[in-house]
């Protein structure tokens, strides 16, 4: 007991006279309280069942009785209906017997016993028996009473002088009725037990009913008893029914224990009734001594006989002992809420008690499945722990405390904040503590620890930590979540068998994750917004895990394993910013999905190293990505093991192992990875692709394709050697092929057995070459059934097709000239034995001969569409001159005066093969145009301007196109005699827009576009013959020219293209024949067929092509047939229809459509 205790009670003697009463005849002598017996007349004490029985009373009042003068040692027996006792100021009395709700008021002192209707242990048999009968004890201040007993139905009421609280005192009270305590003290030195061995007990025993204690003082004077206990204890009977205690702005002092609320497991006592413990407390101070076995309050149950429930609040105040709090849950039905309470467990203690208990030293220490609320600026501080939990008293326990701290702090001086350990014969199951806002501290130990095999699951919700949390020891088990903005400085560690769950949620935790020893796990889970700064590790057998499944979740450090195991799934965009390093013999399993997801990019090393005999288990799906700092995404190094799968994402890096490691990969549905790779296998499937990495002579093991890709990557050079050791399945080889003299290209090497069936895709990425190279070797297999095939069946250089053939183990690309009868000049078709980048092996520096022209048929795609579109250029000219022509046969047909018109047309032709194999060719276009009537002497001359557009599309067999944008203005005058003679006169001048889209043998685009101006005139004359009713027929000659200036474009692939002047002269014989009918009121209808012979007479339009000049001969005779129609509608409106078919010559048929509409005004 501390110096201000001891100073307390000297204090409370003094004002008890400084003496202990021993009462002999009637006289009383002064003892010290700490050993004085009360003794009377006789040797029958106070406290002896004689004197505690009705029988033994010197004075039975009827009615009211006044007690002015001392006597000490008299027995009152106030138990006759209507009989009360009051004890004045200068009164003295022993004992006083209640019954029948008589009155007892003391204003003096009663030395003895209150008796109304509680149970007592009486001398010599101390044996438990109720004492008086229902009855009302008052004491008015300056009052004194040793004990009161006050049984159910009775009532204390203890109110002494606000100024003076020590005035009024109460020495001890066993009360299962109603009590209420105000103003006043009550102290144990005033028991007339106290000091005989039978003062252990507590100062108030609460048995039934309800306590009310405000502005008073509980002294509990040093004895082995709580100062409050609900409950038996040594002198006083099991509880029955409910029990409520309320204290507010008190002090409670006592050495072992202030309040003590605990369910006894008290079985079947007859007359026991169980029932809830209620505590209120309000700005009171319970402190125990800090250097003893005890507490300021016990709330809690013993045993699973009584399920009824223990509820304390406490707001404000202090609780304080060898531990603040002391929580005991058995079933679930204990609850404490502190608000604003200072709660202290052993500060200020010189030393621990010789056997300290588990609970000593912590600020408080909960076991059991309680419910605890720290609220409101509520501290939590320990000498030792600031919080400690501990093993439940129910082995069946299969969970710990609920806990929540919120506003409030927690502090362990020389351990931890918090404490859940097991240090009970059970294991101390979970328990769940929530912190909201609060603060923790230990200066010198961990915030959180778990060991012993107990369990913990903390949540931080909108709290900064600054510290450590720890799982130490088999079977212990810390789940630590951090949210709501949580922020935390330290470490969260696993060790010595121990598992850690941390988990972020809008949260940071600047720190490390961490994992030693064999058993030991700590996981790490990132959620939304949240970060870890630092590092994850394991060793020692341990295992670290780390799971993220938010785009915003990071851990701004890396991963590593030694001797140990680590996990890493991340998705939906998680990071972890530096790679993951294996060594010792480590394992580790990495599980990447999700665009934005990502591993590495940080520090110095590869996305993931295996080394040291490590073994790696990876996956990268569905745009996850790997990020090695160096360029590296894995390493595997001294007889380590990496398999690795990568699905449905790209991929940039490499990937590579030493000789003694093993790398197994997998690329599969669409996957794509760019860099170098050695694996020990290979499986390529499901659209996957390798693009090859820099290196010039990359080796594989295995390669398995499966509908996958390998592309070599090499663009225009230096050019790879892939060599595998074998080749099976199916899948596709992109290439790159330099077919220049000299030059080189990639090479597939199979040095062993070679199955399945692939397909090779050679392109030249500079397709201006002139005169390529042939026989060009692009795989070699060490035997086996492979076969190989070019995509398309075709490779293009420049102007030239190549095909792939076999000859023994090797794959050759061949020009395809189109000669059958002109053999290629190598007829054994060894390979080119011009070595890459050697000079082309022409000492005397002679012109190359001329390369073969090709035959159109295998010219490539590029030389097709070039050739088509320029050919095309006089057609498209000519069908828009065809449509003015009709225009101006239906002027001829029907003289009007000025006017405006339009003629919509298209046509579809098949042009036949020319220097290039034969194209479609279909246009569409329009004319609009006007003119006007001048009458002649020598008859009348209409004169006209006009504009036109068409658009016209060279298809090209394999999908090529050349689309030509005509844009054209002319002018025109046509003649007409009396006497049916005609003649038309038309000049035009076109741009031609030209587009060239190039679809080459293999499937590769290019395109380029240019422009060439043209400009042309036609001349026609004939005579309109009239026949009987109202026929005619109408013979014309036509003449017409067409240049076209030159142009120049390379497409987009270097394919050289130069168009030399394009021009076409034609001459057209020709006749209609047609027939009016009148439909009155100026309108009519005239029907006509046409017959014409056109003769082309140019043979030599010239383009050059990659050097190499073809010639577009459009010379020849086609033939003209067709069908018409003019009718005026209106005496000033005209509509016109006809087709035309045109076949022979370079035309393999044609069928045009005109239609127009001609107005006059």
């Known amino acids: ?80 209906l209507g009989g009360s006792v009051n004890i004045s100021s200068t009164g003295t009395l022993g004992n006083v017997i209640l019954g029948n709700n008589n009155a007892l008021t003391i204003s003096g002192t009663v030395w003895g016993f209150a008796e109304a209707g509680a149970s007592y242990a009486s001398l010599p048999s101390n044996t438990l028996a109720t004492r008086g009968e229902q009855g009302i004890v008052k004491v008015l201040p300056g009052g004194k009473l040793s004990v009161a007993l006050i049984g159910p139905g009775s009532t204390l009421a203890v109110s002494g002088d606000p100024a003076n609280r020590g005035s009024t005192v109460v020495g001890r009270i066993v009360t299962a009725g109603h009590t209420t305590i105000h103003h006043a003290t009550v102290d144990a030195n005033f028991n007339i037990d106290q000091g005989t061995g039978r003062g252990t007990a507590p100062v108030i025993s609460l048995n039934g009913g309800e306590v009310t204690i405000s502005d008073s003082t509980i002294n509990g004077a040093g004895n082995p008893q ?32 202030g309040i003590t609320a ?151 001086k020389q351990g931890a904040a918090i404490h859940a350990t097991s240090d009970g014969p059970g294991t101390a199951p ?34 900064a930590l600054s510290g450590d949390a720890r799982a130490v020891g088999n079977g212990s088990s810390l789940v630590f979540s951090q949210t709501g903005g949580s922020r935390m400085q330290g470490t969260v560690s696993a060790t010595d068998g121990a598992t850690t769950d941390l988990t972020l949620d809008h949260a940071t935790l600047s ?193 398995s394709l499966s509908a996958g890709r390998v592309n070599f990557n090499s663009g225009a050079g230096p050019f790879k050697t892939l060599t595998a050791a074998s080749l099976q399945g199916s899948g596709f080889f992109g290439m790159g092929v330099d077919f220049a003299p000299g030059k080189g290209n990639d090479k597939l090497v199979v040095s062993g ?184 002497q020598s008859g009348d001359l209409y004169v006209g301007g006009f504009g036109s557009y068409s658009y016209s599309q060279a298809d090209v067999e394999g999908g090529s196109k050349g689309r030509i944008n005509s844009y054209g203005l002319g002018a025109y005058a046509t003649w007409m005699g009396p006497d049916g003679w005609y003649a038309d006169g038309v000049i035009k001048a076109n741009n031609f827009q030209n587009q060239l889209r190039v679809i080459g043998s293999s499937g590769r685009t290019a395109s380029g576009h240019y422009s060439a101006p043209g400009i042309g005139a036609s001349l026609e004359v004939g005579k309109n013959i009239p026949l009987p009713r109202q026929s005619f027929l109408e013979p014309y000659v036509k003449v017409s020219a067409f240049a076209a200036k030159s142009s120049s474009e390379d497409l987009d692939n270097n394919f050289d293209i130069e168009n030399g002047p394009t021009r076409s002269v034609q001459a057209q014989l020709g006749t209609l024949l047609g027939k009016r009918f009148d439909l009155g009121n100026t309108r009519y209808v005239e029907p006509y067929i046409k017959a014409a012979v056109i003769h082309e007479f140019i043979d030599k339009n010239e383009t050059t092509l990659n050097g190499i000049t073809f010639n577009n001969d459009l010379s020849g005779s086609r033939m003209v047939l067709g069908t018409g129609m003019a009718a005026q509608i209106r005496h000033n409106l005209q509509v016109h229809m006809d087709v035309d078919y045109t076949k022979g010559g370079p035309v393999d048929h044609n069928v045009a459509l005109n239609l127009g509409v001609r107005y006059v005004w």
């Open 226 to 257: 709580p100062a409050i206990n609900f409950g038996a204890d040594p002198l006083s009977p099991a509880p029955s029914g409910p029990l409520a205690l309320a204290i507010g702005d008190s002090t409670i002092e006592n050495t072992f224990a």
């Open 1 to 80: 007991m501390g110096m201000n205790t001891r100073r307390f009670r000297l204090g409370t003697l003094a004002r008890y006279l400084g003496c202990t009463l021993t009462c002999t005849l009637g006289m009383c002598q002064a003892h010290a309280y700490g050993d004085r017996a009360l003794v009377c007349t006789g040797g029958q004490d106070l406290r002896t069942e004689t004197k505690l029985r009705p029988g033994s009373a010197n004075l039975t009042p009827n009615g009211p009785v006044t007690v002015n003068n001392p006597q000490n040692c008299d027995v009152y027996n106030v138990t006759q």
């Open 430 to 463: 979970r328990s769940t503590i929530l912190l909201s806002n609060a603060t923790l501290a230990a200066p010198n130990g961990p915030l959180v620890l778990v060991d012993n095999g107990a369990g913990a699951m903390v949540q931080s919700d909108n709290t």
């Open 262 to 412: 605990q369910q006894q497991n008290y079985g079947s006592i007859p007359g026991w009734t169980p029932g809830d413990y209620v505590i209120r407390l309000s700005n009171t101070s319970v402190n125990a001594d800090a250097a003893a076995n005890g507490w300021g309050l016990f709330a809690g149950q013993a045993g699973p006989l009584n399920t009824k429930s223990v509820g304390v609040v406490v707001a404000g105040g202090v609780l304080s002992g060898g531990t603040g709090l002391y929580a005991q849950g058995y079933g679930s039905n204990v609850t404490v809420t502190t608000m604003g309470t200072r709660i202290e467990g052993g500060i200020g203690a010189a030393a621990p008690p010789s056997n300290p208990k588990p609970f000593y030293g912590a600020g408080a220490y909960i076991t059991g499945p309680a419910q605890i609320s720290f609220l409101q600026g509520s501290s939590v501080v320990g000498n030792v722990d600031g919080l400690r939990i501990g093993s439940p008293i129910n082995p069946q326990a299969d969970q710990g405390p609920n806990i929540l701290m919120a506003d409030s702090h927690v502090e362990g």
């Open 753 to 936: 057995q070679a199955s399945g069936s692939h397909v090779l895709d050679p392109y030249g990425e500079d397709q201006s070459v002139k005169n390529p190279r042939n026989n060009i070797p692009v795989v070699q297999t060490g035997g086996g059934p492979g076969a190989f095939q070019l995509q398309g069946g075709k490779v293009d250089a420049g102007v030239y097709t190549y095909t792939l053939q076999h000859t023994g183990n090797q794959w050759l690309l061949v020009r395809d000239d189109g000669d059958d009868n002109n053999p290629d000049n190598n007829p054994n078709n060894n390979p080119d034995n011009n070595p890459d980048n050697n000079p082309d092996n022409n000492p005397n520096n002679n012109p190359d001969n001329e390369p073969p022209t090709p035959a159109p048929q295998v010219l490539s795609p590029a030389a097709k569409t070039a050739l088509s579109t320029a050919a095309a250029l006089p057609f498209v000219w000519h069908a828009e001159m065809s449509t003015l022509r009709q225009r101006q046969g239906d002027l001829r047909g029907n003289k009007a005066g000025d006017g405006r018109w339009v003629r919509p047309f298209s046509s579809s032709s098949r042009i036949d093969e020319l220097a290039a194999p034969g194209f479609g060719l279909d246009q569409y276009g329009v004319l609009i145009g006007a003119d006007k009537r001048l009458v002649l």
């Open 511 to 703: 720190g490390m994750a961490t994992a030693d020893g064999a058993g030991s796990a700590t996981t790490v889970g990132l959620g939304s917004a949240s970060t870890l700064n630092g590092a994850a590790t394991a060793t020692n057998g341990a295992t670290i895990g780390v799971q993220g499944d938010h785009p915003d979740a990071v851990l701004n450090g890396g991963i590593s394993a030694d001797g140990a195991t680590a996990l890493l799934q991340l998705s939906n965009g998680a990071r972890v910013t530096d790679g993951l390093g294996l060594d010792n013999g480590a394992s580790g399993t990495v599980r990447i999905s999700g665009d934005g997801s990502s591993l590495g990019g940080a520090g110095t090393s590869a996305a993931i190293s295996v080394l040291g005999g490590s073994r790696a288990n990876v996956a990268v799906a569905d745009g996850a990505q790997l990020r090695g700092a160096n360029g590296v995404l894995i390493n595997a190094a001294d007889g380590s093991q990496a398999d690795v799968q990568v699905s449905n994402t790209v991929l940039t890096g490499a990937m590579q192992r030493d000789a003694d490691s093993i790398l197994n990969v997998e690329l599969s549905n669409g996957a794509v990875l760019t860099g170098d790779m050695n694996p020990n296998t290979l499986a390529i499937r499901d659209g996957a692709t390798w693009n090859l990495g820099a290196g010039r002579a990359p080796e594989v093991g295995a390669l």
